[in-house]
Nanobody, 124 residues
Framework: VQLQASGGGLVQAGGSLRLSCAAS????????MGWFRQAPGKEREFVAT????????FYADSVKGRFTISRDNAKNTVYLQMSSLKPEDTAAYYC??????????????????WGKGTLVTVSS
């Protein structure tokens, strides 16, 4: 499975961005999809995940109420709509896929496939 993330950029605090991640090479609907982020000097951290059936969605506490994850199985794409962005949201954002993932937040060690990061910079 190949994952291609896009949509990062520079935005002012309080602004919005939408990240996209297009998947290829597998049966998209059989994968839980998620987003992680990694700021300079910090470990990669979980942001959000949506399970195969979209019946279960999980968010990190730090983004609840501001970020929304969604998926379009017909387009093999997962999205992350980010609003009310803060400087502390600055990081490289990574798309992730887990085959037949459970109804639970993803962990970095549990990810089967990673996309390349897309950089989000939030200025104050």
């Amino acid at each position: 499975v190949q994952l291609q993330a896009s949509g990062g950029g520079l935005v002012q605090a309080g602004g919005s961005l939408r990240l996209s991640c297009a998947a290829s090479g597998g049966t998209f609907s059989r994968y839980s999809m998620g987003w992680f982020r990694q700021a300079p000097g910090k470990e990669r951290e979980f942001v959000a995940t949506t399970t195969r059936s979209v019946g279960s969605i999980f968010y990190a506490d730090s983004v609840k109420g501001r970020f929304t994850i969604s998926r379009d199985n017909a387009k093999n794409t997962v999205y992350l709509q980010m609003s009310s962005l803060k400087p502390e949201d600055t990081a490289a954002y990574y798309c992730a896929a887990k085959f037949m993932g459970p109804a639970a937040p993803m962990t970095p060690l549990g990810v089967d496939y990673w996309g390349k990061g897309t950089l989000v910079t939030v200025s104050s």
